[in-house]
T-cell receptor, first 112, second 115 residues
Framework: QQQVKQSPQSLIVQKGGIPIINCAYENTAFDYFPWYQQFPGKGPALLIAIRPDVSEKKEGRFTISFNKSAKQFSLHIMDSQPGDSATYFCAASRGSQGNLIFGKGTKLSVKP | DTGVSQDPRHKITKRGQNVTFRCDPISEHNRLYWYRQTLGQGPEFLTYFQNEAQLEKSRLLSDRFSAERPKGSFSTLEIQRTEQGDSAMYLC?????????????FGQGTRLTVV
């Protein structure tokens, strides 16, 4: 059973567009929701994270929207650039346990 | 470089051989995690240490896998009698207990190919 479901699997946008990646989770005990960016041959790098006590968090061009009642959260990338082309993973974890449950990833391609 | 360091970056081994990977976490981090990532998938949790204590193991961690963190610093992951299905990227991450939750920082991984 997949605890964190991510969509779409792949996404192509033009430079300056706003790609949106969605995730849904089942376990209401999850209380930490990070997004990771991964380039080929590299480890995942933390991009931005949110906790369920807020509905939105912005860091630079990246925004997380969180809907606790729907158990969904999404990543928006404003003014996307070709350098943003990468695979993005959402994840979730419970309290101090800390081990992350990842979605299957979204491969984003930003065309110049 | 003060990030998470993994060695080797790539390992090719024959089926049936044993392999060992090393992870050096960020120095002040007391939590260390191992994940496995196969092509086109997200990382999957394998095991986690707090200092030298191994606190959790995933069901993915068969009896051929063993992990240690003897002095609460670096960690090793050993796979015995490797199988082709073990081919994957093995990722190490570390985090600090000081954070309310974990902000895990990942290393660049060790890519294992079993032939």
């Amino acid at each position: 059973q997949q605890q964190v479901k991510q969509s779409p699997q792949s996404l192509i946008v033009q430079k300056g567009g706003i790609p949106i990646i969605n995730c849904a989770y089942e376990n209401t005990a999850f209380d930490y929701f990070p997004w990771y960016q991964q380039f080929p041959g590299k480890g995942p790098a933390l991009l931005i994270a949110i906790r369920p006590d807020v509905s939105e968090k912005k860091e630079g061009r990246f925004t997380i929207s969180f809907n606790k009642s729907a158990k969904q959260f999404s990543l928006h990338i404003m003014d996307s650039q070709p350098g943003d082309s990468a695979t993005y993973f959402c994840a979730a974890s419970r309290g101090s346990q800390g081990n992350l449950i990842f979605g299957k990833g979204t491969k984003l391609s930003v065309k110049p | 470089d003060t990030g998470v360091s993994q060695d080797p970056r790539h390992k090719i081994t024959k089926r049936g051989q044993n392999v060992t990977f090393r992870c050096d976490p960020i120095s002040e981090h007391n939590r260390l995690y191992w994940y496995r990532q196969t092509l086109g998938q997200g990382p999957e949790f394998l095991t986690y240490f707090q200092n030298e204590a191994q606190l959790e193991k995933s069901r993915l961690l068969s009896d051929r896998f063993s992990a240690e963190r003897p002095k609460g610093s670096f960690s090793t992951l050993e796979i015995q009698r490797t199988e082709q299905g073990d081919s994957a990227m093995y990722l190490c991450a570390s985090s600090s207990r000081q954070a309310a939750n974990t902000e895990a920082f990942f290393g660049q991984g060790t890519r294992l190919t079993v032939v």
